[in-house]
């Protein structure tokens, strides 16, 4: 079997414990290398935030995981992209370190192209969507607004999302557009697996959260009106 380096990270002490952590991304590592005919020789698990361009220098298991990489000659395999970042420069960045990077949740065949593909949209979506928030924000303390922690006003603004106008449903849709038609593509054909996929890929709504069918079919729907425009 091929010889290969896992690489697990959570953010905090608390995602350790919970949500997507060390245990959930070693059973989704374990899984993808045994069906692709990859021995796990050595794994390094990361607890960091591990922000900004600089993260490598962060990320000490991750040099590490590299450095082994490197002299063994294999590749570095995480769970999902974000687990390595979400940042396109910090992508870049390993890309010059000549150790190939496999993302379990992407496939066996993703090359460093998707990768840098998948980063910017995500990291496009997080600026975006703080943008939205600092700007109508802004506009309601302009207008006088009380914006307490619970206020009626902030969670108007936080759950109004992309929806407040069809200019930015049509921009959204043309971004998400190519890697959901890619989805579809490799087989999946209903709402609800198409919202599965990109969940697993680490590809986020709109509002960064969650896929559901609900959600996959509305930007189905937007993305027909969009061809027949």
Do not use: C
């Amino acid at each position: 079997m091929k010889p290969i380096i896992a690489y697990l990270r959570v953010s905090t002490s608390r995602q350790g414990r919970s949500g997507y952590g060390l245990a959930a991304q070693m059973e989704d590592i374990e899984r993808f290398a045994a069906a692709n005919g990859f021995s796990i020789v050595e794994t390094f698990e990361e607890v960091e935030t591990g922000k900004g361009s600089d993260a490598l220098e962060l990320r000490p298991k991750l040099k590490e995981a590299l450095a082994t990489a490197k002299r063994l000659k294999a590749p570095v395999l995480a769970a999902k992209l974000d687990r390595i970042s979400r940042d396109v420069h910090f992508i870049s960045g390993l890309m010059t370190q000549r150790v190939p990077i496999i993302i379990a949740s992407m496939g066996a065949n993703a090359d460093p192209f998707m990768l840098h593909v998948y980063a910017a949209l995500a990291e496009q979506e997080g600026r975006e969507i703080s943008n939205r928030t600092r700007n109508a924000l802004a506009a309601a303390k302009a207008k006088g607004k009380t914006l307490g922690k619970h206020g009626e006003e902030l969670m108007a603004i936080q759950t109004a999302g992309v929806a407040a106008g069809k200019r930015k449903a049509d921009e959204i849709a043309d971004r998400l557009g190519p890697i959901v038609r890619a989805v579809q593509a490799m087989g999946f054909s209903s709402y609800a697996g198409i919202a599965q996929e990109l969940n697993a890929r680490g590809v986020p709504t709109p509002r960064g959260g969650q896929w559901h069918a609900s959600s996959a079919r509305n930007l189905l729907n937007r993305l027909e009106i969009r061809t027949h425009a």
